[in-house]
């Protein structure tokens, strides 16, 4: 099993540019999550998916839209990109709610010039 | 909302013990859990309490108190692999993880 994957690893942008990150996960798992990590600091959560066709707003959701057409993959995608955007994106997922060990992915390091 | 608080950095020598405090405060509270990050690595989940109490798992045990909205994270026999950073997590209502900003352990020889 590869767990949780995301793609790609590192990505640099032009502010207004727009982009898709991918996450995909094979442990059959309902919940996904998008956070982001800003040097120094602990996970944000963006947006969530507590199973397919379904998505909810996190903490930091503007900027960014998220879909989960298929169970096994969740989309973020950011329409216009800014320098504020810069930072490291972290896919989840879990078995059921939030008190279920999540698994994460390795992250994709984006730069927004 | 959520908030947590918990130290910044830590700094111990092989084979010496660590404690890692976090209190929060949150609504709808389900438990509290622990992940370890190291650097340029993903978190990984280490522990969950939902209960209060102390739960051990190896050289790390994760201890709670729901009434003083309070715990703990030990790490025993501390090894230089050990190094990196402890992030605590409140479940609360709404299926979510809110994260503290991380504790960045040091171990030194």
């Known amino acids: 099993n590869a767990g949780v994957t995301q793609t790609p690893k590192f990505r640099v942008l032009k502010t207004g540019q727009s982009m898709t990150l991918l996450c995909a996960q094979d442990?059959?798992?309902?919940?996904m999550y998008w956070y982001r990590q800003d040097p120094g600091m602990g996970l944000r959560l963006i947006h969530y998916?507590?199973?397919?066709?379904?998505?909810a707003k996190g903490e930091v959701p503007d900027g960014y839209n998220v879909s989960r057409l298929k169970k096994q993959n969740f989309l973020l995608g950011l329409e216009s990109a800014a320098p504020s955007q810069t930072s490291v994106y972290f896919c989840?997922?879990?078995?059921?709610?939030?008190?279920?060990?999540?698994?994460f992915g390795p992250g994709t390091r984006l730069t927004v010039l | 909302g959520q908030s947590l608080e918990q130290p910044s950095e830590v700094t111990a020598v092989e084979g010496a013990i660590v404690q890692i405090n976090c209190t929060y405060q949150t609504s709808g509270f389900y438990g509290l859990s622990w992940y370890q990050q190291h650097d340029g690595g993903a978190p990984t989940f280490l522990s969950y309490?939902?209960?209060?109490g102390l739960e051990e798992t190896g050289r790390f045990s994760s201890f709670l108190s729901r009434s003083d909205s309070y715990g703990y994270l030990l790490l025993q026999e501390l090894q230089m692999k050990d190094s990196a950073s402890y992030f605590c997590a409140v479940s609360a209502a709404g299926n979510k993880l809110t994260f503290g900003g991380g504790t960045r352990v040091l171990v030194k020889p």
């Open positions: 998916s507590v199973g397919e066709g379904t998505t």
């Open positions: 442990m059959n798992h309902e919940y």
């Open positions: 309490n939902a209960l209060d």
């Open positions: 989840a997922s879990s078995v059921s709610g939030s008190y279920n060990e999540q698994f």
